[in-house]
T-cell receptor, first 114, second 114 residues
Framework: AQSVTQPDIHITVSEGASLELRCNYS??????LFWYVQSPGQGLQLLLK??????LVQGIKGFEAEFKRSQSSFNLRKPSVHWSDAAEYFC????????????FGPGTSLSVIP | DTEVTQTPKHLVMGMTNKKSLKCEQH?????MYWYKQKAKKPPELMFV???????INESVPSRFSPECPNSSLLNLHLHALQPEDSALYLC?????????????FGPGTRLTVL
């Protein structure tokens, strides 16, 4: 079965600084990988996804993520953070198992200092 | 229309009450999901409907009863809940019930059980 970890529970960055959120997964083959964002009191919104091909994927709101098979990682990056990026970020992994469900990581809470 | 709507936004109920949560989408998606999310935690999958048939039940207690009247509507009937059932209940939909499809989330219903 697949699983996903996010080592950082909470991260604080200054507005304009770069950001990297870590995600590690466990699965025997290449899984489907996602990053979702949840603003306070809201549902989740997909930032980007990776299934195959180019290991650097671009998403919405200026985010990108890089898939590294050797490290079982799918880290999310943004070169310059805006105050509106403060939110909860969830990495998720899916696999074509009989259940076809997506497993969410524990999440990383991002705070942005003006 | 890329929106998933959920009603009500907030619900307070006693342990002997019967209530229902409603979810609606008009994107032509054929898979719909119920998740439970506790504070500072990731969403936990409860149920998945695929082509209006229940395809996944994550061993959810029978006091939660899902219903999918048609491809656009998803209900969650609640009866005899416990205080620990208080949480944010999220509905989501996707094109098909497969792990590689993006899920579109509603804003959730905040449920409090007294």
């Amino acid at each position: 079965a697949q699983s996903v970890t996010q080592p950082d529970i909470h991260i604080t960055v200054s507005e304009g600084a770069s950001l990297e959120l870590r995600c590690n997964y466990s699965y025997g083959a290449t899984p489907y990988l996602f990053w979702y964002v949840q603003s306070p009191g809201q549902g989740l919104q997909l930032l980007l996804k990776y299934f195959s091909g180019d290991t650097l994927v671009q998403g919405i709101k200026g985010f990108e993520a890089e898939f590294k098979r050797s490290q079982s990682s799918f880290n999310l990056r943004k070169p310059s953070v805006h105050w509106s990026d403060a939110a909860e970020y969830f990495c998720a992994v899916g696999a074509p198992t009989s259940y076809d469900k997506v497993i969410f990581g524990p999440g990383t809470s991002l705070s942005v200092i003006p | 229309d890329t929106e998933v709507t959920q009603t009500p936004k907030h619900l307070v109920m006693g342990m002997t009450n019967k209530k229902s949560l409603k979810c609606e989408q008009h994107m032509g998606h054929r898979a719909m999901y119920w998740y439970k999310q506790k504070a500072k935690k990731p969403p936990e999958l409860m149920f998945v409907y695929s082509y209006e048939k229940l395809s996944i039940n994550e061993s959810v207690p029978s006091r939660f009863s899902p219903e999918c009247p048609n491809s656009s509507l998803l209900n969650l009937h609640l009866h005899a809940l416990q205080p620990e059932d208080s949480a944010l209940y999220l509905c989501a939909s996707s094109l098909q019930g497969s792990a590689y499809n993006e899920q579109f989330f509603g804003p959730g219903t905040r449920l409090t059980v007294l």
